[in-house]
């Protein structure tokens, strides 16, 4: 794969090595979002049927992307709601308990969190050590040795969002299945960038902020559902999820039951008419370069960096372990990540800090020169 960036709006001399904060709009997701503006001038051009076939396109390309029944997929707003749509719905047994993994993003946290107030359970929480080589393997470790067969559920990240670290889903997910623990995965940092299958893994849930790696707008979320949860008690009552809910006639002629698979967990109004075609089309674009090149392509880019890392001494953890799209660089002791996060951007360089690590994150927009860039200002 060649540098995708003529396929970008972003200006000539900005290196923006922040994929993982936001990606930037395709020109054609942009295009897709006027079209979609422009549509409601006249709202006669919008039929009732549009209100289902919008989101057809979008489930079957995730469907796709992770290896699931399009009828499993969810449209969200946000990954806290899916995280929440489905933790609600994981019985409780007496002495149970749920996992998570350290400096897990906070919708993930909370959501096991209020599940574990709510019944009583303890939350473990896994932590990655830092002051040991090869930390992702040990991390990777810990966490199969902590289940057992009062795990009521795991809720992670495939790939943490402030280090990097990659995690073994297929084997977690082995372990889950065999002690009847429920895997729950945060993908945002990892779907769209990074091969994933939910069958060969045994996920349960993944659930996907679009406006990272999916390359969507904001304010959207997929997920992947098992059937195991298809008579689960969604979030909101939506009139769409409703069988028959096409007849515009007869919508007060109420249903007791929903759609198959998980529509029911859709959020109200998912057929947004101007968000639902913006993802349709990022989707499209992502299958067509395929996850296998993106994560490649990635790769190439940022052996430089992590040759750069070695020679200063930082700590680089096996490949194994890493994402290459998204890596974390531990700061040394007592420098101020904020005053470094301004002076790369004086210089047009954008990643982000987070905790104590400077994220950077890599995409098909990028090159050479962004990541020579780089490396030249935190060289000075």
Known sequence: MNCQKHLFQLPEGLHYLNCAYMSPLLKSVEEKGIEGMQRKRNPVSIKPVDFFTGVVGVREKFGRMVNCDPAQVAVMPAVSYGMNSVIRNIPYRKGQHALTISEEFPSCYYTAQRWCKDHGAELKVIVRK??????????????????????AFVVMASVHWMNGTSFDMEKIGARCMELGAKLIVDGSQSVGALPID?????????????????????????????????????????????????????LTQYEEGYKPGAIRFDVGQSSNFIFMPMLDEALRQLLDWGMEEIQ????????????????KGAPVDDELYRAHHLMGLPLPVHTDGEVLVRELQ???VYVSLRGSN???SINVFNNEEDVGELIAALDQ
Request: with cysteine.
């Open 198 to 250: 939910v069958q060969a893994c045994h996920i349960d849930a993944l659930i996907c902020a679009a406006y990272k790696w999916l390359m969507g707008p904001y304010s959207t979320a997929l997920s992947y559902i098992h059937e195991d949860f298809n008579n689960g008690v969604p979030l909101e009552e939506s009139w769409m999820t409703r069988p028959n809910s096409e007849r515009f006639d007869r």
């Open 130 to 151: 830092d002051d040991i080589p090869l930390k992702g393997k040990d991390w990777n470790e810990r966490i199969l040795e902590a289940i057992n067969s009062d795990t």
């Open 346 to 348: 004086s210089r047009n």
């Open 358 to 360: 400077i994220r950077i």
């Open 296 to 311: 490649e392509y990635a790769r190439v880019l940022s052996e430089p960096l992590i040759n750069y890392f070695l020679s």
